[in-house]
């Protein structure tokens, strides 16, 4: 038994050496499947072998076969222990992202390669840590070697900002590396812009970018299919665009043949789908509801960002609302509540939901609770509340609940409405609280778009406190604002204000406004004494005819002017047997026969018109009107019969 052992032993050996070989020349040629099998292979017949066991876990991961490669992790933990970075970068593909980034946090103890950064950024984004990201990806990019492509790099960072919602810090980031991009950048670029309400800009990176793809697939020689399918991203942003700039038939067709491609990318399908039935409305509810089918398929919210996945939900309670589905509805609102805590948009969603089954009494209920549980997210239950009442005709409710708004408070719109409310109420000295309040706020915010949004209500403000008489406040906000801008209209404002009550000062101003042409040459003494022109409307012949004589008088050079005859007025015909003292019949001017008096008298052997036992309503309406009104009679209870009334034959004679 010991001679046939030491013969296995050496044939292993054998054996061992072989593969091995075979193991060296595999990895040197990337034949990922080779390395694979012959690691199996090593590890039958050395459990322990951590080189043939390295070895298959790196081909798992070059041919994309995460699942296995964690399960061999999972089965040996040396394994998992000794490659963290590995470990960690199956846990992320297999979308275990909180665990990935514990594991992550062992092998950066250990090393400093950028791989290891690279992935803990990517993870940060996932996580939707998107400032964590963006330092990440900005490190990265610094301590990149001279010459290194960092396109990929790029478009993460331009990626992590739009998602941050810091989309125009990074375009600022951006904009000197649009020479070198490729398709993917751009594309980036162009949501940035979109993020930004740039539409013109975006549609034009977007066409750029498409057009690059499209350049650099048809150069590599993928068939058209691939093609469509590896740009129905660009298409549908594209599309989207459009419908965010009010058109419904050039992005209702381009959704169209996306989706009639079936793209392989489930998260596109599903933005999409998300679009046309936001764009439909309450029109092809049937289909829009067979579309939404695609919004809830397996895999797609891990692919798509928790913006998204809101998105999507919305749209889908507001299909269900449209078709008058209220217990799904709620159910998805409440599955809502529970996968998004803290949002803001099932509270909404419940709020529309009542209003549209007539439940007033409930309707600001759940928006007051949100409100007072959640304030740094309310902010549009907070407005939803102030139009509720504004609808109810509780102006003063609506004025607090917009005052209560301190990051709107003073925002231009929201200083408009305050004051139409207060307007509303009569309340003219609560409207000009709300104008200085707003003005002294952004006295000390006057960069950018601030100072545009401050010479806004300075100039408001000023023309509501002259309409109502303070003029001295409003010579104030005048002066500011002509500090700001040397404009004519402004000073003449400020001239009108300071006549109010300082006309020195306001002669001052008066001299520095800009002379009109042709003025020097007008008298103002003469224009004084001239009489008030009576209106030619009235007169226009006899006017014009007058001013022409005036005119031919002064210059004297004997130019005719020919008088028209005036008309001779017609004499008052009247009736010969007219009397001023009595009073005209009003309907002298009817026919006889339909004025209000006339009788017709009956011929003799005439017929009465009419069915058996028709009567003259007139004559009947005229005797009841002459007759002596008679006392009133108490009247009987009226009796019921669930049988009816049977007709009696009358008897006949025998």
């Known amino acids: 038994s010991s001679f046939f052992s030491c013969l296995r032993m050496a044939d292993d050996a054998e054996r061992k050496n072989t593969l091995g070989t075979q193991l060296v020349e595999a990895v040197r040629t990337g034949a990922h499947d080779t390395v694979a099998t012959t690691s199996e292979e090593l590890m039958r017949l050395d459990a322990k072998d951590e080189e043939a066991s390295h070895c298959l876990l790196v081909s798992l991961l070059h041919m994309t076969r995460f699942d296995e490669a964690l399960s061999l992790l999972r089965r040996m933990p040396k394994l998992a222990n000794d490659h963290p970075f590995e470990h960690a970068y199956c846990l992320y593909k297999n979308d275990e992202l909180e665990q990935a980034m514990r594991v992550l946090q062992t092998a950066l103890k250990t090393s400093d390669d950028p791989g290891t950064f690279h992935l803990e950024a990517q993870l940060a984004y996932r996580l939707q840590n998107f400032d964590t990201a963006i330092d990440l990806y900005q490190r990265l990019l610094s301590e990149a070697p001279k010459g290194e492509d960092t396109r990929e790099l790029l478009c993460n960072l331009s990626a992590a900002y739009t998602t941050a919602g810091r989309a125009s810090k990074g375009l600022a980031k951006l904009k000197s590396s649009v020479k070198d991009a490729n398709y993917e950048l751009l594309y980036n670029m162009a949501c940035a812009y979109i993020e930004t309400n740039d539409w013109i800009k975006a549609k034009e990176t977007l066409e750029k970018a498409l057009a690059l793809a499209l350049d650099s697939m048809l150069k590599d020689g993928v068939s058209e299919e691939e093609i469509a399918d590896e740009t129905a991203i660009i298409r549908a942003q594209l599309a989207y665009i459009e419908q965010a700039q009010g058109h419904e038939e050039e992005p209702m067709a381009s959704y169209t043949s996306i989706l009639k491609a079936k793209p392989s990318d489930s998260a596109v399908a599903a933005v999409v789908a998300s679009n046309m039935i936001a764009l439909r409305g309450d029109k092809d509810l049937f289909d829009s509801s067979k579309k939404a089918k695609t919004l809830v398929s397996e895999g797609v919210e891990k692919k798509l960002t928790m913006r998204q996945q809101q998105a999507i939900a919305l749209n889908r309670a507001l299909l269900l609302m449209l078709m008058n589905k209220g217990d799904n509805c709620r159910t998805l609102i409440s599955k809502m509540e529970k996968d998004y805590p803290g949002s803001e948009l099932p509270v909404l969603l419940r709020t529309a939901l009542l209003h549209r089954e007539k439940k007033s009494d409930q309707e600001m209920k759940g928006l007051e609770e949100f409100i007072r549980t959640c304030p740094g997210k309310a902010l549009k239950s907070q407005l939803t509340v102030a139009q509720m009442r504004m609808e109810r005709g509780d102006m003063k409710g609506a004025i607090e609940q917009l005052e209560s708004i ?57 023309a509501f406190k002259m309409r109502h008489g303070y003029y001295k406040d409003a010579a104030a906000l005048y002066e500011k604002l002509v500090q700001r801008e040397r404009d004519p209209e402004t000073l003449a404002g400020l001239v009108f204000a300071y006549s109010e009550f300082d006309p020195e000062l306001a002669e001052r101003y008066a001299s520095k406004l800009p002379t009109l042409a042709g003025v020097e040459s007008v008298n103002a003494e003469s224009l004084e004494n001239l009489a008030v022109p009576r209106s030619l409307e009235r007169e226009p012949r006899q ?91 108490p009247q009987l209870p009226q009796q019921t019969s669930s049988i009816g009334i049977r007709n009696k034959k009358k008897k006949g004679r025998r």
């Open 406 to 462: 301190q990051t709107l408070q003073q925002r231009p719109g929201v200083v408009a409405t305050l004051v139409a409310l207060y307007e509303k109420l009569g309340d003219t000295e609560g409207a000009s609280r709300t104008f200085d309040k707003a003005v002294a706020w952004w006295d000390t915010r006057m960069v950018g778009e601030d100072d545009a949004a401050l010479k806004t209500l300075l100039r408001e403000g000023a």
């Open 543 to 633: 006017a014009l005819d007058r001013s022409l004589k005036r005119t031919a008088a002064e210059e004297g050079d004997g130019m005719q002017v020919k008088e028209h005859k005036k008309k001779k007025k017609k004499k008052l015909r009247l009736p010969k047997d007219f009397d001023p003292k009595v009073k005209p019949d009003p309907e002298r001017w009817m026919p006889l026969k339909d004025r209000s008096y006339y009788k017709r008298s009956r011929r003799r052997g005439e017929r009465t018109r009419g069915t058996q036992g028709a009567v003259n309503v007139a004559e009947k309406e005229k005797e009841k009107s002459t007759a002596p009104e008679k006392p009133p009679q």
